[in-house]
Every structure is written in structure tokens, then in C-alpha cells.
């Protein structure tokens, strides 16, 4: 049976990133750990929000940049939205209503394994 894990990241004023949404604050803590790349390896699908999605990416300027968890995982993303981009992003369904979850489901088949979902303010 699949399960739902769910994770929120605030700091103490209410954000997580620094000025102009800028995360290059977090490189230094993205090194291995055995602990979360056995987690990542459990997930099935992401579902994440816009802010999320397009977001600065830590990893800006490497070969891994755009990808998940550094590369270290792939598979079908989720983007919660009322603004999805006008070009098609291979790999990402936008979706902009609850029912988020439910297409986990019925867009790709039945989810076998973890679906990780993230908040991030």
C-alpha cells in the first residue's frame, strides 16, 4: 500500500527562502545522507506547488539542475497551479484544482510506491 508523506519547510518569519526567492543558502547541506536518499528512493510521485516548482534551484548552474532531489530521483510530477506555462514541460502534469491527489491515481497508473508531498513557504 502506498503511503502519503508529507513534509513542510518554514523558517521563523514564515519563508524558507532568502531575498527574491533565492535558495543558494541550502548548497551547502544538499552532501550525501544515506537517511533521505533511501527515502527518496521509496517515492512514486511529487506533487508540489508552483512556488515550488519554479522556485531557484539550488543545484542552478550543474548538470542537475531542473531535477529532482539533485537527479537522484525521477518519475511523474505534480504541479498544483491556476497558472500552468504556455509550452508543455515533459514530465510534470499542472493541475489546478483539490482533486490533485486523485489524478496521482488515474493519470499514471496506480501509484505502487510512496508519493511525497512537499510544502514550502
Not at 79 to 97: I, M, Q, S
Not at 113 to 121: A, F, K, N
Request: avoid cysteine.
Amino acid at each position: 500500500m502506498s503511503k502519503l508523506l508529507y513534509s513542510a519547510t518554514m523558517s521563523i518569519d514564515g519563508f524558507i527562502a532568502g531575498p527574491g526567492d533565492d535558495m543558494s543558502w541550502l548548497v551547502p547541506y544538499l552532501g550525501p545522507d544515506p537517511a533521505i536518499d533511501e527515502l527518496v528512493g521509496e517515492i512514486g510521485a511529487l506533487l508540489v506547488g508552483n512556488r515550488t516548482f519554479r522556485g531557484d534551484d539550488p543545484h542552478k548552474g550543474t548538470p542537475t539542475e531542473g531535477e529532482a532531489f539533485g537527479g537522484g530521483w525521477s518519475g511523474p510530477q505534480f504541479v498544483l497551479t491556476h497558472r500552468p506555462p504556455a509550452e508543455p514541460v515533459p514530465g510534470v502534469t499542472f493541475v489546478g484544482d483539490p482533486l490533485a491527489l486523485e489524478r496521482l491515481g488515474t493519470t499514471q497508473g496506480p501509484v505502487a510506491t510512496d508519493i511525497r508531498l512537499r510544502v514550502v513557504r
